[in-house]
């Protein structure tokens, strides 16, 4: 039942409504100036932190039953995928498997980049459009693909607050 009223939560069109009862009706630690767009899905929620003045795109999916750690000033695009449990496809009895996924500050995460349990990553990393993200991603580097590798650094010359909020978003 949780789950269903998160999912009619995300329709409603007003950023301060929905801040609120993530807040309070649903445990999810959500830092001032943090911005999660409409039609954000939950599982877990109480196990989600997420930082100060973070931007969280349309349709996204969050998954805190292992726990999710959101930094600072983090951004991502719309329908973001972020997994801290999956299914282990060689055991017998099909098991779940997992484990915390933490995002540190500055990390960008482009549409429909998809992150799988376990995984760290680093200060100031970009995830590509697309990319799937199955390890650690080291901080200042941007990735991409499927699944996801090295394509180049990025500056580490970081001040941007992308705490923007779309109107009926």
């Known amino acids: 039942l949780t789950l269903f009223w998160l999912t009619l939560i995300g329709y409603v069109p007003s950023h301060r409504f929905r801040r609120f009862a993530y807040r309070r009706g649903y445990g999810i630690k959500l830092g001032p100036g943090s911005v999660v767009h409409w039609q954000t899905r939950f599982f877990g929620p109480r196990g989600i932190t997420i930082g100060a003045h973070c931007n969280i795109g349309n349709n996204a999916f969050l998954d805190g039953r292992s726990g999710l750690t959101i930094g600072n000033r983090v951004a991502t695009g719309s329908e973001v995928m972020i997994y801290t449990l999956q299914h282990d496809m060689d055991s017998p009895d099909f098991a779940t498997v997992g484990g915390p996924v933490i995002i540190e500050d500055y990390v960008y995460l482009g549409p429909r980049a998809i992150v799988l349990p376990n995984v760290k990553i680093g200060r100031g990393a970009v995830v590509a459009a697309g990319a799937v993200v199955t390890s650690d991603v080291e901080p200042y580097t941007v990735v991409?693909?499927?699944?996801?590798?090295?394509?180049?650094?990025?500056?580490?010359?970081?001040?941007?607050?992308?705490?923007?909020?779309?109107?009926?978003q």
């Open 144 to 168: 991409g693909g499927v699944p996801a590798k090295f394509i180049r650094q990025r500056s580490r010359d970081l001040n941007y607050r992308p705490d923007f909020a779309m109107p009926f």
